[in-house]
């Protein structure tokens, strides 16, 4: 498993994200231009010294990101308010990358047709999204425990 983020626009955003892969033992790829100057300083306050303990890739734009993908051999799943398919509908590979478009404008439609799957987490009618940290953390619980990948807590 593994997460991707096109294009994201806010630091903290990156860095709560980086948090996540982190504490899931998830590797993470930034798909760029970044929104803000990528360094460890603008990361630093939401992902603290937890995202030292992330693998990032940096793909320089999204042909990039997606031959990668494909050399691979992986599925890109597509978290989208327009997704057709619900999250707790889906069957995750355990291989799939779980792709977040940037906050202001999601994806072009490009990049989302290209995807293999294109999901939406389900929520009340009224509201348009959630935020891309929250949604992460949702969709990859769900992909993670689907497929058997949750971090086994050790008790004491």
């Known amino acids: 498993m593994k997460i991707a983020l096109y294009q994201p626009d806010i630091?903290?955003?990156?860095?709560?994200i980086l948090r996540?892969?982190?504490?899931l033992g998830v590797?993470?790829?930034?798909?760029?231009?970044?929104?803000?100057?990528?360094s460890d300083k603008a990361l630093k306050r939401a992902g603290m010294d937890y995202a030292e303990a992330v693998e990032v890739e940096r793909f320089a734009d999204?042909?990039?990101?997606?031959?990668?993908a494909k050399v691979e051999g992986r599925r890109i799943a597509l978290m989208s308010s327009k997704g057709?398919?619900?999250?707790?509908?889906?069957?995750?590979?355990?291989?799939?990358?779980?792709?977040?478009?940037?906050?202001?404008?999601?994806?072009p439609e490009d990049v989302h047709a290209a995807?293999?799957?294109?999901?939406?987490?389900?929520?009340?009618?009224?509201?348009?999204?959630?935020?891309?940290?929250?949604?992460?953390?949702?969709?990859l619980s769900e992909a993670l425990r689907q497929t058997g990948q949750l971090p086994m807590e050790k008790t004491p």
Do not use: K, Y
């Open 11 to 16: 630091a903290g955003n990156v860095g709560t």
């Open 20 to 23: 996540l892969s982190a504490c």
């Open 27 to 38: 590797p993470c790829a930034i798909i760029e231009p970044c929104g803000f100057p990528f």
């Open 62 to 68: 999204w042909q990039a990101f997606a031959q990668s």
């Open 84 to 107: 057709s398919t619900s999250l707790f509908d889906t069957n995750f590979h355990p291989d799939d990358i779980l792709l977040f478009g940037s906050e202001s404008a999601g994806v």
């Open 115 to 139: 995807c293999d799957l294109r999901i939406r987490i389900p929520m009340q009618p009224r509201f348009r999204s959630l935020n891309v940290a929250v949604s992460a953390g949702i969709a």
